[in-house]
């Protein structure tokens, strides 16, 4: 069996994602077509008689209509070809896209060429027919492409201020129309449609400034969820939603590291014969029972569980993230699980240095801390049943907590098995 094909990059998850977004910008694009159509065939039903300005001629209904009709066909059949390129898999070439904002683009210019033809072209220039341009560079943003929009700017500009030129003439007056050399008035000079091609280029930039800011912080939030999903699968569901952020705030660094931590073990007391006779189904609600509340305890006080082990789990505070006052809130955790916790308990707490960070594979990696406070911890936990306790803390919890050691019940010098010199050990419960 061939392995799994890797997951996609962002870029390839984008260039599809530009993709859907340009056949939803040609659905849009045919659905606006398609009310122009309307709108333009209830305009000649209703004032043909009037003959508006001359507009509403049979021939200039006709050339609207088939240029829209012609372009609404186009849209539809790019927006075909289109899906199946997305369907098979492949990235739609930048020479077609290219061509596609041409070609739509052009549609105004083609338009006021044909309308041209029956009016008065300086009527045309400042109709509504020069307005489409606008449209076609308001729908280039769903391109998400900076280039493509300046260049739907561009052409537009180009050609809008070259047929103003040829209708209008670099000195002013309409060819052809018998009008004097010249400008009489604003519409006749050149300057103003030069200054119309400017305000479509502008407009083509702003467009493209508007995508590349979508394209940018589409790019950024994909990235941050990523690295979200990234801390995530190296800690399962170990850590709280704040431990994440936090991670978040420090670049979801997790390399190994050195840090001091406070280890705390838990145990349920008396677990195998408490279970005896009971069904698998009742020992697993009674797991999640405790654990639930475990987890939210632990959680809340700025903890991370890196493991359970079946009756019991090992919780570390201070890393990844450190709150300040690791060991005070492991205290505080266990005094509250001792008070919460439906069932008999051990507790057992130790605080030094230990080495954090993931270990494993590229494949799959856990979250890990090592060092000899992990095994200390864990045989001051045992040593309940020994004291007939429920938290054991070290020495060295409680100074780091900066808690009384005067006022806590000592059991004096205790020897732990692993450990040459003994250890000072305080019964909190």
Same mark, same amino acid.
């Given at each position: 069996?061939?392995?799994?094909?890797?997951?996609?990059?962002?870029?390839?998850?984008?260039?599809?994602?530009? @993709?859907?977004?340009?056949?939803?910008?040609?659905?849009?694009?045919?659905?606006?077509?398609?009310?122009?159509?309307?709108?333009?065939?209830?305009?000649?039903?209703?004032?043909?008689?009037?003959?508006?300005?001359?507009?509403? @001629?049979?021939?200039?209904?006709?050339?609207?209509?088939?240029?829209?009709?012609?372009?609404?066909?186009?849209?539809?059949?790019?927006?075909?070809?289109? &899906?199946?390129?997305?369907?098979?898999?492949?990235?739609?070439?930048?020479a077609f896209r290219y061509l596609n904002a041409f070609v739509e683009t052009s549609v105004p210019s083609i338009l006021i060429l044909l309308v041209s033809r029956e009016v008065n072209p300086q009527y045309v220039l400042q109709s509504p027919l020069s307005l489409l341009y606008a449209v076609f560079i308001v729908l280039a943003t769903m391109r998400l492409d900076f280039r493509l929009c300046a260049f739907t700017g561009l052409v537009a500009a180009a050609e809008y201020v070259a047929l103003s030129f040829a209708y209008i003439g670099a000195g002013g007056g309409?060819?052809?129309?018998?009008?004097?050399?010249? =400008?009489?008035?604003?519409?006749?000079?050149?300057?103003?449609?030069? /200054?119309? &091609?400017?305000?479509?280029?502008?407009?083509?930039?702003?467009?493209? *400034?508007?995508?590349?800011?979508?394209?940018?912080?589409? &790019?950024?939030?994909?990235?941050?969820?990523?690295?979200?999903?990234?801390?995530?699968?190296?800690?399962?569901?170990?850590?709280?939603?704040?431990?994440?952020?936090?991670?978040?705030?420090?670049?979801?660094?997790? =390399?190994?590291?050195?840090?001091?931590?406070?280890?705390?073990?838990?145990?349920?007391? $008396? *677990? @195998?014969?408490?279970?005896?006779?009971?069904?698998?189904? #009742?020992?697993?609600?009674?797991?999640?029972?405790?654990?639930?509340?475990?987890?939210?305890?632990?959680?809340?006080?700025?903890?991370?569980?890196?493991?359970?082990?079946?009756?019991?789990?090992?919780?570390?505070?201070?890393?990844?993230?450190?709150? %300040? /006052?690791?060991?005070?809130?492991?205290?505080?955790?266990?005094?509250?699980?001792?008070?919460?916790?439906?069932?008999?308990? &051990?507790?057992?707490?130790?605080?030094?240095?230990?080495?954090? %960070? $993931?270990?494993?594979?590229?494949?799959?990696?856990?979250?890990?801390?090592?060092?000899?406070?992990?095994?200390?911890?864990?045989?001051?936990?045992?040593?309940?049943?020994?004291?007939?306790?429920?938290?054991?803390?070290?020495?060295?919890?409680?100074?780091?907590?900066? #808690?009384?050691?005067?006022?806590?019940?000592?059991?004096?010098?205790?020897?732990?098995?692993?450990?040459?010199?003994?250890?000072?050990? *305080?019964?909190? /419960?």
């Amino acid at each position: 069996m061939s392995p799994p094909a890797p997951a996609a990059s962002f870029e390839e998850h984008l260039a599809r994602e530009i @993709t859907h977004s340009e056949r939803m910008r040609m659905a849009v694009l045919a659905g606006l077509l398609g009310v122009l159509i309307v709108f333009y065939g209830l305009g000649y039903a209703l004032f043909r008689k009037d003959n508006l300005l001359g507009f509403l @001629t049979p021939a200039v209904f006709l050339y609207i209509i088939a240029v829209i009709a012609l372009l609404l066909c186009y849209e539809l059949a790019f927006r075909h070809l289109f &899906g199946r390129w997305l369907r098979r898999g492949n990235s739609v070439p930048d020479a077609f896209r290219y061509l596609n904002a041409f070609v739509e683009t052009s549609v105004p210019s083609i338009l006021i060429l044909l309308v041209s033809r029956e009016v008065n072209p300086q009527y045309v220039l400042q109709s509504p027919l020069s307005l489409l341009y606008a449209v076609f560079i308001v729908l280039a943003t769903m391109r998400l492409d900076f280039r493509l929009c300046a260049f739907t700017g561009l052409v537009a500009a180009a050609e809008y201020v070259a047929l103003s030129f040829a209708y209008i003439g670099a000195g002013g007056g309409v060819v052809g129309g018998g009008a004097s050399a010249a =400008a009489l008035t604003p519409f006749e000079a050149p300057p103003f449609y030069l /200054a119309k &091609g400017a305000m479509l280029v502008l407009a083509g930039l702003a467009a493209g *400034f508007v995508a590349h800011q979508i394209k940018r912080r589409v &790019g950024s939030a994909w990235r941050a969820q990523q690295e979200r999903q990234r801390v995530l699968s190296a800690f399962g569901q170990q850590v709280s939603p704040a431990i994440v952020d936090a991670l978040m705030r420090q670049g979801g660094e997790i =390399a190994s590291r050195r840090a001091f931590v406070c280890i705390l073990f838990m145990d349920i007391r $008396n *677990f @195998t014969p408490m279970t005896e006779k009971m069904t698998p189904e #009742e020992i697993v609600a009674l797991q999640n029972s405790v654990f639930s509340v475990a987890i939210e305890v632990v959680n809340r006080h700025g903890g991370v569980i890196n493991q359970f082990l079946g009756d019991g789990f090992m919780a570390t505070f201070g890393a990844p993230v450190s709150g %300040g /006052a690791d060991c005070r809130s492991a205290l505080l955790a266990a005094r509250e699980l001792a008070a919460r916790l439906p069932v008999p308990i &051990g507790i057992g707490l130790h605080a030094g240095e230990a080495v954090t %960070g $993931n270990i494993g594979s590229a494949e799959r990696k856990q979250y890990s801390i090592t060092g000899a406070v992990v095994i200390l911890a864990a045989r001051i936990e045992q040593l309940n049943k020994d004291y007939g306790s429920r938290i054991l803390a070290s020495r060295e919890v409680l100074e780091a907590a900066a #808690e009384d050691t005067a006022a806590a019940d000592s059991l004096g010098q205790v020897r732990v098995k692993g450990r040459e010199q003994p250890i000072e050990l *305080f019964r909190l /419960a």
